[in-house]
Nanobody, 117 residues
């Protein structure tokens, strides 16, 4: 079965850094673009970053460009999100997903990122 398990979230001071990880299983990981999404309270889920199957094409939301870096390790079936220069508006639950895998129907539990003094 398809599974996504996110980890690495926590409480961090503005300007700090966090590294998120996502362990994926149950599908041909290297064949799929992987994406990070986030959802803040009372807001819609939004796309943060994407990385193509072989890691050659990266895309970022304008709000995180220059601060976040997405990467993947296809030997381990893991995708990562390095977050630097964090801002309070980055506070959200972060999820990883493969949007083209059955229309992105499978979701993990997410990991909470809170940026606050």
């Amino acid at each position: 079965q398809v599974q996504f398990v996110e980890s690495g979230g926590g409480l961090v001071q503005p300007g700090g850094s966090l590294s998120l990880s996502c362990a994926a299983s149950g599908f041909a990981f290297s064949s799929y673009t992987m994406s990070w999404f986030r959802q803040a309270p009372e807001k819609d889920r939004e796309l943060v970053a994407s990385i193509s199957g072989t890691g050659g094409v990266l895309n970022y939301a304008d709000s995180v460009k220059g601060r976040f870096t997405v990467s993947r390790d296809n030997a381990k079936n893991w995708v990562y999100l390095q977050m630097n220069s964090l801002k309070p508006e980055d506070t959200a639950v972060y999820y990883c997903n493969a949007p083209a895998l059955w229309g992105g129907k499978y979701w993990g539990q997410g990991t909470q990122v809170t940026v606050s003094s």
